[in-house]
Nanobody, 119 residues
């Protein structure tokens, strides 16, 4: 099994910045995708940013130019640098990893970390 531990959430004012981190624990991991999703009350969970093991990145339109995802394949970590935050970014942010185990893909989720942006 894979454990995902998130950190870095908190309360910030509009225009501020936060950096989220996610660490995947386990032995001999083959993680093909790591990314961040978020879910606000009453809304569906949405992709924020994702990174493949080959270096390809994908961002939601609403965060392009403000958020940057970075990944360390050797350490099995992924970070999300969030700049120019606004109240619409308020949500629970979840780390997600897709792992290949014995040639089959499995999805793991972190517990989530709260990000609150005040106006």
């Amino acid at each position: 099994q894979v454990q995902l531990v998130e950190s870095g959430g908190g309360l910030v004012q509009a225009g501020g910045s936060l950096r989220l981190s996610c660490a995947a624990s386990g032995s001999s991991l083959s993680i093909i995708v790591m990314g961040w999703y978020r879910q606000a009350p009453g809304k569906q969970r949405e992709l924020v940013a994702a990174s493949t093991s080959g270096g390809t990145t994908d961002y939601a339109d609403s965060v392009k130019g403000r958020f940057t995802i970075s990944r360390d394949n050797a350490k099995n970590t992924v970070d999300l640098q969030m700049n120019s935050l606004n109240p619409e970014d308020t949500a629970v942010y979840y780390c997600k990893a897709t792992v290949v185990i014995e040639l089959r893909p499995y999805t793991f989720w972190g517990q989530g970390t709260q990000v609150t942006v005040s106006s």
